[in-house]
């Protein structure tokens, strides 16, 4: 079983009171490409530009994620800087320069169209909609999105979440999509307008998941040391859909194990700064802190 991830593919600049890193590997597609590379055969789609230095794509391609689907374009790579709080809960974004992302337009190649499993990251709603329509019949679509687009393309979203399977949102995101206060409310809402999957995430305090069996709530890993913050929600979908799509499975038991499974592997990602945890992290460190995670939920 293979996935097909779409979406940004960035150079970071971040900040954080455990020190900084410039120029490092970011963007949702490579977040939650890397994260579902431990379970799964992973396609990620998006565009570089000609400063995308050739050590992040070794380095994804060393993780045996298929590059062949991350183009090159003449131009500067889409760049954020952002500086992180004390907490590390809040952060304040100091610059965002779209680069060639601006006018990314994804186009699948035929082992791309036919991935059972896909991931539509936080991009345009357009473009989420354009990669629905090249896909030939997936097993199971999840998407995500932003404040942004539920504030300025908000018809687009709602077709887009009347073709998905599974909406992962944040707790603000889901509180403003259904103009609720609170999330339970929220979730079911937002099953009703398509998606039969509703993951909340809610930082370090977890996520909870919405289906036809109920409600399923997983913590977030307690950890001695948080260095940087940025792309643990894109691991954590990552993390999510490469469980399902090794599993092969989308019951009410697969989910759950996924949703731990993302939080699993979110949980390295935040150690150190951008992917840099991933470097040397094996999939039986992963395999020692699920099992860490059952017992800390077991009672």
């Not at 991830?5 to 410039?22: K, T």
């Not at 060393?62 to 689907?69: E, M, N, R, T």
């Not at 809960?89 to 186009?107: A, I, M, W, Y």
């Not at 697969?254 to 499974?261: F, N, Q, T």
Request: proline share 4%; glycine share 8%.
């Amino acid at each position: 079983m293979s996935l097909l991830v779409v979406g940004s593919v960035a150079l970071d600049h971040v900040e954080a009171p455990a020190g900084s890193i410039e120029d490092a590997l970011g963007g949702a597609a490579c977040y939650a490409a890397v994260a579902a590379s431990y379970f799964t055969r992973v396609h990620p789609v998006g565009v570089a530009g000609h400063d995308f230095p050739q050590a992040h794509l070794d380095f994804l391609a060393a993780k045996g994620i298929d590059v062949s689907g991350i183009e090159r374009a003449d131009g500067p790579t889409f760049r954020w800087r952002g500086r992180y709080h004390e907490s590390l809960n809040r952060r304040d974004t100091l610059l965002t320069e779209l680069g060639v992302f601006e006018h990314f337009e994804p186009k699948l190649s035929d082992a791309q169209r036919a991935c059972d499993w896909v991931f539509l990251a936080n991009i345009h709603p357009g473009l989420q909609l354009g990669v629905v329509e090249q896909t030939a019949s997936p097993r199971f679509v999840a998407m995500d999105s932003m404040n942004l687009w539920i504030d300025t393309t908000r018809a687009e979203l709602l077709e887009v979440l009347r073709r998905v399977d599974c909406a992962v949102l944040n707790d603000e995101e889901a509180l403003q999509l259904t103009e609720e206060s609170n999330l339970v409310r929220a979730a079911e809402g937002i099953r009703e307008l398509g998606p039969s999957t509703v993951i909340i995430k809610r930082g370090e305090h977890g996520a909870l998941l919405f289906d036809a069996e109920g409600i399923f709530a997983a913590p977030a890993f307690p950890l001695r040391e948080v260095v940087d913050p940025t792309g643990a929600g894109d691991c954590f979908a990552g993390g999510f859909m490469g469980s399902l799509a090794r599993e092969g499975a989308t019951d009410a038991g697969a989910l759950r194990r996924a949703v731990v499974h993302g939080s699993t592997v979110a949980s390295f990602c935040v150690e150190r700064f951008s992917l840099d945890r991933f470097r040397d992290l094996e999939a039986a460190e992963i395999d020692a802190r699920f099992a860490a995670f059952r017992e800390l939920t077991r009672f």
